[in-house]
């Protein structure tokens, strides 16, 4: 996870999500899914997360609308922007209802990649305060050694290494692999 800024509620939501999104919560109180009216703004989202999960802090191309506190646990913010986030699918539904560090909260250097392995670790940067929930988060979704996400990594280190991706261009597809290169150099030519 990197840091990602507030993004900004696209014009229209108001009108196109917000207020019929509350009406078909009145009107289907006992619904299990309320209605999908927020699709339309997924792009908005993916460009305010730079098309990166917000979780994975890598490119995703066709992420989903992640509901940040599940429609479960508040359907009242089922149509409000602040509570969307961008997301792998397959990394949104590992969520369940689980508490999991906001990608909005992440600061930075909070998380590095380790090379070679590729895992996933969290830094000393993390604050005290918060590094139960996301020492909780980081168990919950598969984030460290999921078979899936070490995929995902090696194909872009693969890239890199290759000289079909340069570091730029890997620093924005993939920021943790980026820094951990630099940081890997740094440390191979003090």
């Not at 939501?13 to 699709?39: I, M």
């Not at 699918?89 to 250097?109: C, M, T, Y």
């Not at 194909?155 to 692999?177: H, K, M």
Request: charged share 25%.
């Amino acid at each position: 996870m990197i840091p990602v800024g507030r993004v900004p509620e696209p014009p229209g939501f108001h009108d196109k999500v917000r207020q019929p999104g509350r009406q078909w919560l009145l009107r289907h109180p006992q619904a299990e899914r309320p209605r999908d009216l927020w699709s339309p703004f997924r792009e908005k989202l993916a460009e305010g997360f730079g098309h990166r999960c917000g979780y994975t802090a890598m490119w995703e191309l066709s992420g989903t609308v992640d509901h940040f506190r599940s429609i479960k646990r508040d359907r009242s913010l089922a149509y409000e922007w602040s509570n969307y986030r961008y997301a792998s699918q397959w990394i949104n539904s590992s969520k369940r209802a689980g508490e999991v560090l906001d990608p909005h909260d992440v600061g930075e250097g909070w998380f590095e990649v380790h090379l070679p392995s590729l895992q996933l670790l969290l830094t000393d940067k993390v604050p005290e305060v918060l590094r139960a929930l996301v020492e909780s988060t980081l168990r919950l979704l598969p984030l460290v050694h999921d078979e899936r996400i070490l995929r995902l990594r090696r194909a872009w280190y693969a890239q890199f290494q290759a000289g079909r991706l340069s570091l730029e261009g890997l620093r924005v597809v993939a920021p943790l692999i980026a820094s951990a290169i630099e940081k890997s150099r740094e440390h191979a030519h003090p």
